[in-house]
C-alpha cells in the first residue's frame, strides 16, 4: 500500500499496521510520494511592497505575503520551499518560506545597488542577485542567507540565468 504526504514533506500519515506473518524480522522501505498537487506562482507587485500566491489550478489568490520596497526580480528554490524576491528600492532580498507564505529572512544589500535579477542554482545552495547601479552579482549562501561573494560585471545588469548544471552563470 502507499501513503502520501503534501510536497511540502509535512503533514500527517494515516495510521497503518505492518504484519509480519513470518518468523524473522523483516526491513522494510518507506517511499514518501507526494500527493500536493498544486502548482503555484510568485507575482511581486512594487506598488504594493508584496508577492501574491496564485493557485494556478483555481485560478486565484490564496495569499498575500509582505515584503520591502519594489519587488521585482522572484526565484523559486529548486525543491520548491523557498521563493528569494528583490526588492530594488529597499536593497534587500526577501526569502519566503512557500509552506507558510511568511518571510523567513531579509538580506540587506549595500545602499542603492537596486537588487534586481535573482536565480537559484540547481542544487538550491546557492542564490545569485544582480545590483543594478553597482555593476555587481551577489553570491548568497541559501542555507545562511549571507552574501558570500561579490562579482564585479559589465553596466548596468538586471536579468540572470544559470547554467542547467550550475557551473555558468549569465
Known sequence: PSIGLPA????????????????????????????NKQVYAYIPSANTAAVSVIDLAANK??????????PIGVAVSPDG?????????SGSISVINTVTS???????????????????????????????????????????NIVIDTIAVGTSPYGLCISPDGAKVY
Open 81 to 89: 520551499t523557498k521563493v528569494y524576491v528583490t526588492n530594488q528600492q
Open 8 to 35: 511540502s514533506g509535512m503533514g500527517n500519515i494515516p495510521a497503518f499496521t505492518a504484519v509480519n506473518n513470518g518468523t524473522t524480522p523483516v526491513t522494510a522501505s518507506v517511499t514518501v510520494t507526494p500527493t
Open 102 to 144: 511568511t518571510t523567513l529572512a531579509t538580506i540587506k544589500t549595500a545602499f542603492g545597488s537596486n537588487p534586481t535579477g535573482v536565480v537559484v542554482n540547481p542544487d538550491g545552495s546557492k542564490v545569485y542577485v544582480t545590483n543594478h547601479q553597482l555593476n555587481t552579482v551577489l553570491v548568497i549562501s541559501a542555507i545562511t
Open 61 to 70: 489568490t490564496i495569499a498575500t505575503i509582505p515584503v520591502e520596497l519594489s
